[in-house]
C-alpha cells in the first residue's frame, strides 16, 4: 500500500470539531486478514491520519505518520493500520501471552458501537501479533478482564510495519437503527520514545477519553445479530498431598474429572446473555500470603475469569480514595463462592471440611436497551456443603457449614446529554436457605441498593457524583444480634449512648449517603471536595465489602499536573489533601493532612514521595466492643523510584514508614523489584520485601474478671521477609509457559504487657497500666488484679512461613479455545514462637511435607 497524502484523511485538525470518517460498505471479497495490506478491498476506504500525541508533548503532532482505514460489512469491522517508522530495526515488539503489558509498539482501536460517548470496546495488538482488549466505562475507566473473540495479524516491513484487524460484530453492542454513527479513535504506541499519538485528540489535562472519540459516520443496515457461542470444557485434577493415614478421609492421592461450559447468547443486537455451569477456576494464580492481626478481614482482588469479565458494568464503589477506601463496593465478587462460614463438627476424631462453596451455576445479563439504558444483572447458585466427621470411636456424624445460597445484582445506568449526565441505580440480594442459616448463625435475606448520578459542566471540566444508599439485613434473633455486635459497628460500646444494641431485633436497616464535587481537566489544576455518611446500621458485607459503619467523613484536595516536557522532566506534579473523620456519634476520629508528588525526567526515569500527618482522635474499634480508645499522634510517608522501562532491565524499589513518638511505635517496609527481558519472548521478574514493625498496644485480647472487662494490650516486634518471583515466556502468541513462586516468613513476639486503665485519657502512658505476666512455656499468666490471682491463656507469639507456587502452560489452539496444564504447590509451618530467623524459618518450611495438585483442562469454543 501506498503512502496517502495528507488531503486524503478525513479527520480535523487538532483541537477543532469532532473528527470524522466515512464508514464505507465493503464491496466485494474480504481482505485477508494477513497483516500485508495488498488486498484490492482496502483501496475503497478513506484513510485517517494527522494523528497527535497524547504523550509526551500533548497536542504536537506524532513524530512518526500513522494512517488507518476502516471497512464493515455484515459480519465484521475491518480496521487496517500502517505504523510508518523511518528507523524499522528500532520497533519494540515483545512476544508475551495475551493481554500482559510489555515494551512494545502498539496500535489500537476503540470502537464505541453504542455512540454514548462512556463505554468502548478496546483493541489492540504488537508488532509481533500479541492481543490485548479491554472494555472501557464511565469515559475513563477500564475493564481488562473483557476478552473477544477477534482476528489480526501484522507484518514488519522496511517502511515500518501493518496490522490488520478482524472484529466479529457478534462481539460488539449496537443499536438496531437503519442509519448510524459510532464513536472511534485509533491511537499508536512508539515504545522507544514512550509516545503515545492518537488520530482523535486527548489532553492529559482532561478526565475523558471515550468521550473525545472522533466519529464513524454512516454505518448503515447493520444486521442484527443473534450472537451464540458455547465453551464446554472438561477438568482432570490429581492432588497429592500429606496427612495422617489413619484419617479415614485422607487419600494420598485424590483425582476426579469434571465436567462444565459457558454459554454466551446475544438476545439482540446489545444485550447478551452469558451462563456458566460448575465453573472452573483452577488455572487462576493463588492469592498472596498475608498475617492479619486486625479485627477486619483482608481485601482479595477477583481473579476468575467469569466474574472478572464485564465486571464494570456492576462496579459500585462506596469508600473515599485510594488504598484501602478503594476497594469498598456494593458488590464484591470473591463472596461467592467463598470459605464455609459454619463451625465443623467438635469431638476427638477427624473433620472433611471444604475449603470453597461450589458455584453450581451463574448467569449475567449486560449491554444496553434502545432507549438508553446500560443493564447488567447477574445472578449465582452456590451449593449447600457439608463437613464430615468420624470420631475416634468410628461413629461418623455431618454438618452443614455453608446453605444453599442465591446471590444477585441488577444495576442500570442512563446517559443524558451525550454522555454528560448519567443516572442509575444498584440493587443487590442475598437469600440463604432460611433453616440452615439460623441453625448457622448467618442472616437469612440481605438486600442493599440506591441510585447514584454523574454530571458532568464547564466543558467537561468539572463533574459533580452523588450516590443515595440503603440497606437490609433480616434473620434469628441470634444472626440480628451478631451483626450488631460485629467489627463493623459495635453497638455494644458502653460508651456509646448513640448506639443502641438490640437483641431481640430480626433485621437491621441502615443508610448512607456521598457528595463530590471534582475539577480534573481544563488546565492544570485539579481540586475537588468528598463528603460521604453512614449510618450504623448500614450493612452490604453479604454481598459487599465494607469494613466500617458509623462515620462521617470530609475531605479536600488540591493538585497540580504539568504535563509538557521541560528543561528536566517530562511530566510533574504536586498534590496535597485534607481530611477530619467522626463516629455518627459525632466523635473526631481523626484530622489530617498530607503532601504528595511525582515526576518523570526526560529519560523516563520516575520517583513519587509523600508524607501524611495524622492528629489521632478516639477509634471506636481499638478495644474490639468496648470503650473508644483515644489514639495518639502519627507521621507516615512513602516514596520509591523506577529505572527508564523501555530497558531490558529495570530496577524500582519502595519505602514506606510510620511513627507514633509518644507511643513509641514505628513501621518500616522496604520493597525492591528487578525486571529483566533476556530475550523478546521471555520476562524475569523477582522482588523481595522485608516489613519491621514495633507496635506498643497491640491487640492480645478481652479477659473477663469478676464481672469486669479487662482489655489487654502488649509490645509487639513484627518482622515479616518475602520474595515474589515471576517468569514468562512466550513461544508464540498464542502459546505461552508462566512460573510463579512467593515464600514468606512472618514472625510475632510479644512483651510489655499491659491493659487499659482510662481509655479517654489525654497522654498515652495514663491510658494504660503494666500488668505483671509470667510465660510458662507457651502459656501466659497474667495478674490483671495486681493481688495475685493470675489468669492464664495460650501465648500468642508465632511464626509462621508459606510457599505458594505454580506452573501454567496455556495454548490457545484455535480462537476462543484454550488448554491449560497447570501445577500448583503449596507449603505451610507453624512455629509457636515469636523468633525470626530467616535461615530456619526457611529450612522449616522446605522441609515440610508439600501439598502437589496438577490439572488439565480443556475447553472448546463453539459458534454455532
Known amino acids: 500500500m501506498e503512502a496517502a497524502s495528507e488531503s486524503t484523511a478525513v479527520a480535523s485538525r487538532p483541537g477543532g470539531e469532532r473528527r470524522a470518517l466515512a464508514a464505507v460498505r465493503l464491496q466485494g471479497t474480504p481482505p485477508l486478514i494477513d497483516g500485508r495490506l495488498d488486498d484490492a478491498a482496502w483501496r475503497q476506504a478513506p484513510v485517517a491520519s494527522g494523528f497527535v500525541q497524547v504523550e509526551p508533548r500533548a497536542g504536537e503532532p506524532a513524530s512518526e505518520s500513522t494512517e488507518v482505514r476502516v471497512l464493515y460489512d455484515d459480519d465484521a469491522l475491518y480496521v487496517a493500520f500502517r505504523a510508518w517508522d523511518r528507523s524499522p530495526d528500532l520497533i519494540a515488539a515483545q512476544l508475551t501471552r495475551r493481554d500482559q503489558p510489555s515494551h512494545s509498539d502498539r496500535v489500537h482501536v476503540i470502537v464505541d458501537s453504542y455512540h454514548d460517548r462512556r463505554t468502548a470496546f478496546h483493541f489492540a495488538v504488537n508488532p509481533l501479533g500479541v492481543k490485548l482488549d479491554l472494555y472501557r466505562y464511565d469515559d475513563t475507566r477500564e475493564d481488562p478482564g473483557w476478552d473477544a473473540v477477534w482476528d489480526v495479524a501484522t507484518a514488519i516491513d522496511e517502511d515500518g510495519w501493518t496490522a490488520e484487524f478482524r472484529i466479529p460484530l457478534s462481539q460488539l453492542r449496537f443499536s438496531g437503527a437503519p442509519l448510524q454513527d459510532w464513536g472511534i479513535n485509533f491511537g499508536r504506541d512508539l515504545a522507544r520514545r514512550n509516545e503515545l499519538s492518537v488520530w482523535a485528540p486527548i489532553d492529559p489535562n482532561e478526565n475523558a477519553v471515550v468521550s473525545r472519540s472522533g466519529t464513524l459516520e454512516g454505518l448503515r443496515d447493520l444486521p442484527s445479530v443473534r450472537r451464540m457461542e458455547l465453551l464446554p470444557y472438561t477438568v482432570a485434577r490429581l492432588r497429592r498431598a500429606p496427612g495422617d493415614p489413619a484419617n479415614p478421609f485422607y487419600r494420598q492421592n485424590d483425582g476426579r474429572m469434571e465436567l462444565g461450559g459457558d454459554l454466551k447468547m446475544g438476545l439482540t443486537s446489545n444485550l447478551t446473555l452469558d451462563l456458566t455451569v460448575n465453573p472452573d477456576f483452577g488455572q487462576v494464580e493463588a492469592d498472596p500470603a498475608q498475617v492479619n492481626l486486625t479485627a477486619f478481614e483482608t481485601f482479595l482482588p477477583e481473579r476468575r475469569p467469569f466474574f472478572a469479565e464485564g465486571a464494570g458494568i456492576f462496579q459500585f464503589?462506596?469508600?473515599?480514595?485510594?488504598?484501602?477506601?478503594?476497594?469498598?463496593?456494593?458488590?464484591?465478587?470473591?463472596?461467592?463462592?467463598?470459605?464455609?462460614?459454619?463451625?465443623?463438627?467438635?469431638?476427638?476424631?477427624?473433620?472433611?471440611?471444604?475449603?470453597?462453596?461450589r458455584i453450581l451455576t451463574a448467569g449475567k445479563l449486560s449491554g444496553k436497551t434502545e432507549n438508553g439504558w446500560s443493564v447488567g444483572v447477574m445472578s449465582a447458585l452456590t451449593g449447600s456443603e457439608e463437613a464430615r466427621f468420624q470420631g475416634v470411636d468410628g461413629s461418623r456424624s455431618s454438618r452443614t457449614v455453608e446453605p444453599l445460597t442465591h446471590y444477585s445484582v441488577a444495576r442500570v445506568q442512563r446517559d443524558l446529554r451525550g454522555g454528560?449526565?448519567?443516572?442509575?441505580?444498584?440493587?443487590?440480594?442475598?437469600?440463604?436457605?432460611?433453616?440452615?442459616?439460623?441453625?448457622?448463625?448467618?442472616?437469612?435475606?440481605?438486600?442493599?441498593?440506591?441510585?447514584?448520578?454523574?454530571?458532568?459542566?464547564?466543558?467537561?471540566?468539572?463533574?459533580?457524583?452523588?450516590?443515595?444508599?440503603?440497606?437490609?439485613?433480616?434473620?434469628?434473633?441470634?444472626?440480628?444480634?451478631?451483626?450488631?455486635?460485629?467489627?463493623?459497628?459495635?453497638?455494644?460500646?458502653?460508651?456509646?449512648?448513640?448506639?443502641?444494641?438490640?437483641?431481640?431485633?430480626?433485621?437491621?436497616?441502615?443508610?448512607?449517603?456521598?457528595?463530590?464535587?471534582?475539577?480534573?481537566?481544563?488546565?492544570?489544576?485539579?481540586?475537588?471536595?468528598i463528603t460521604q455518611y453512614r449510618s450504623p446500621g448500614f450493612e452490604v458485607n453479604d454481598l459487599g465489602f465494607m469494613p466500617e459503619a458509623g462515620s462521617f467523613g470530609q475531605i479536600g484536595f488540591v493538585g497540580y499536573r504539568n504535563t509538557t516536557p521541560g528543561r528536566?522532566?517530562?511530566?510533574?506534579?504536586?498534590?496535597?489533601?485534607?481530611?477530619?473523620?467522626?463516629?455518627?456519634?459525632?466523635?473526631?476520629?481523626?484530622?489530617?493532612?498530607?503532601?504528595?508528588?511525582?515526576?518523570?525526567?526526560?529519560?523516563?526515569?520516575?520517583?513519587?514521595?509523600?508524607?501524611?500527618?495524622?492528629?489521632?482522635?478516639l477509634n471506636p474499634t481499638l478495644l474490639r466492643g468496648g470503650p473508644g480508645l483515644r489514639t495518639e499522634a502519627s507521621w507516615n510517608g512513602w516514596a520509591g523510584v523506577n529505572s527508564d522501562g523501555r530497558r531490558d532491565v529495570q530496577i524500582s524499589a519502595n519505602h514506606n514508614w510510620m511513627v507514633r513518638p509518644e507511643a513509641d511505635s514505628w513501621t518500616q517496609s522496604v520493597s525492591a523489584n528487578l525486571r529483566w527481558r533476556p530475550s523478546e519472548r521471555a520476562t524475569l521478574r523477582t522482588g523481595p520485601f522485608v516489613t519491621w514493625r514495633e507496635e506498643d498496644r497491640q491487640w492480645v485480647g478481652r479477659i473477663p474478671l469478676d464481672g469486669t472487662d479487662h482489655f489487654l494490650f502488649a509490645r509487639m516486634e513484627q518482622t515479616t521477609v518475602g520474595l515474589t518471583a515471576r517468569m514468562d515466556l512466550a513461544v508464540t502468541p498464542t502459546l505461552t509457559l508462566q512460573l510463579y513462586g512467593q515464600p514468606f516468613v512472618s514472625a510475632q513476639s510479644f512483651g510489655g504487657w499491659k491493659q487499659v486503665a482510662n481509655p479517654r485519657a489525654r497522654q498515652y502512658d495514663d491510658r494504660f497500666v503494666p500488668v505483671a505476666v509470667a510465660v510458662d512455656g507457651g502459656t501466659v499468666h497474667a495478674d490483671l488484679r495486681g493481688d495475685g490471682t493470675v489468669r492464664s491463656f495460650g501465648a500468642p507469639d508465632f511464626r509462621v512461613a508459606q510457599f505458594r507456587s505454580n506452573a501454567v502452560i496455556r495454548w490457545e489452539y484455535r480462537p476462543g479455545s484454550a488448554f491449560f496444564l497447570v501445577w500448583s504447590q503449596s507449603r505451610d509451618d507453624m512455629e509457636g514462637h515469636g523468633e525470626f530467623q530467616l535461615g530456619e524459618g526457611v529450612r522449616g518450611l522446605f522441609g515440610q511435607p508439600p501439598e502437589n495438585v496438577l490439572m488439565v483442562k480443556f475447553s472448546y469454543w463453539l459458534n454455532p
Request: aromatic fraction near 8%; hydrophobic fraction near 35%; charged fraction near 20%.
Open 420 to 529: 454528560e449526565t448519567s443516572v442509575g441505580g444498584i440493587v443487590t440480594s442475598v437469600v440463604r436457605d432460611a433453616e440452615v442459616a439460623e441453625s448457622l448463625g448467618l442472616r437469612e435475606r440481605a438486600t442493599a441498593g440506591g441510585i447514584d448520578i454523574r454530571h458532568r459542566f464547564r466543558e467537561g471540566s468539572t463533574e459533580f457524583r452523588g450516590f443515595l444508599l440503603g440497606s437490609r439485613v433480616s434473620g434469628s434473633p441470634a444472626a440480628i444480634l451478631a451483626t450488631q455486635r460485629a467489627p463493623a459497628r459495635y453497638f455494644q460500646r458502653p460508651d456509646a449512648d448513640h448506639l443502641m444494641l438490640d437483641p431481640e431485633a430480626t433485621s437491621l436497616t441502615g443508610w448512607s449517603g456521598h457528595a463530590e464535587l471534582m475539577r480534573m481537566g481544563g488546565g492544570p489544576w485539579r481540586m475537588g471536595s
Open 317 to 357: 464503589g462506596i469508600g473515599v480514595g485510594d488504598g484501602d477506601g478503594a476497594n469498598q463496593s456494593l458488590f464484591y465478587s470473591r463472596r461467592i463462592g467463598r470459605a464455609p462460614q459454619g463451625a465443623s463438627p467438635a469431638g476427638d476424631g477427624w473433620v472433611d471440611r471444604p475449603s470453597q462453596t
Open 568 to 617: 528536566h522532566f517530562r511530566n510533574w506534579g504536586l498534590n496535597s489533601n485534607v481530611w477530619s473523620s467522626w463516629t455518627s456519634g459525632w466523635e473526631r476520629t481523626n484530622t489530617g493532612t498530607n503532601l504528595n508528588g511525582q515526576l518523570t525526567l526526560l529519560n523516563n526515569v520516575s520517583a513519587f514521595a509523600g508524607v501524611n500527618r495524622n492528629s489521632g482522635g
